[in-house]
């Protein structure tokens, strides 16, 4: 499977996060491994985007390191963007281009070699009878489905989650589990934050509490206060 799937593993070391003068969190290490899932838990402002940005290479960490198979991401950030799939709060969606043509858009930056899996993920999300409908026309529910459907038009390994489930009814959230599972099953991982109650079987809860610091990071002195 493309870019080793079924033997990969991503590891974060001692990371710190800071954001601005705020330290979103410190010392958090996690490990993924071929078919794993990891549920970050916290209320709102506890680090879980930042945590699936710094993931993604969006971010950088102050401390503390990435890895996959061991080796440092840092090393290679453009191979390390080729592996993952990074599903966040706003929508990345082109408002004049038609919806088979923003799912083909983001299947060719990803490295697809052709736009054959575009029908078959919109059929899967529910937005095949969409196709041709500009992106600006389409509700939250589906622009949220269109953005999901960019996990099953490219392969990755690796799926960074924000917040999968907002605007989605109960029959979409199924879906989307059912992808998952697949996923999981292909030797995939995936990262997802979540308020919601998604089914991820033998998914690991990482709670953002336990790593949540109360001291502000003073640049010009270069110390903790």
């Known amino acids: 499977m493309r870019n080793g799937t079924l033997t990969s593993s991503f590891a974060g070391t001692s990371l710190t996060c800071v954001r601005g003068e705020r330290v979103v969190f410190t010392g958090l290490d996690f490990s993924l491994n071929a078919g794993d899932a990891l549920i970050l838990l916290g209320p709102n402002g506890s680090g879980k985007s930042s945590l699936l940005r710094l993931m993604a290479g969006l971010i950088r960490p102050a401390a503390g390191e990435l890895s996959w198979n061991g080796e440092a991401v840092a090393a290679d950030r453009e191979r ?47 937005l095949d009878h969409l196709a041709g409908t500009p992106g600006k026309l389409l ?55 979540t308020h919601a109650d998604i089914d991820l079987p033998g998914g690991r809860e990482l709670q953002m509490a336990d790593y949540a610091v109360t001291a502000t990071w003073n640049a010009e002195l270069g110390t903790w206060l």
């Open 139 to 193: 509700s939250a529910g589906q622009k949220r489905r269109l953005n999901l459907a960019r996990l099953l038009a490219a392969p990755a390994p690796l799926w960074l989650l924000d917040e999968p489930s907002v605007a989605l009814d109960r029959a979409s959230v199924r879906v989307l589990e059912e992808i998952i599972a697949e996923h999981r099953a292909g030797g995939g991982m995936v990262a997802v934050s």
């Open 80 to 126: 390390h963007a080729g592996r993952i799939h990074y599903v966040g709060h706003h929508d990345a969606i082109k408002p004049v281009l038609t919806v088979i043509e923003n799912l083909a858009f983001w299947a060719r930056l990803h490295g697809a070699e052709s736009d054959d899996k575009t029908d078959a993920a919109l059929e899967r999300l529910g």
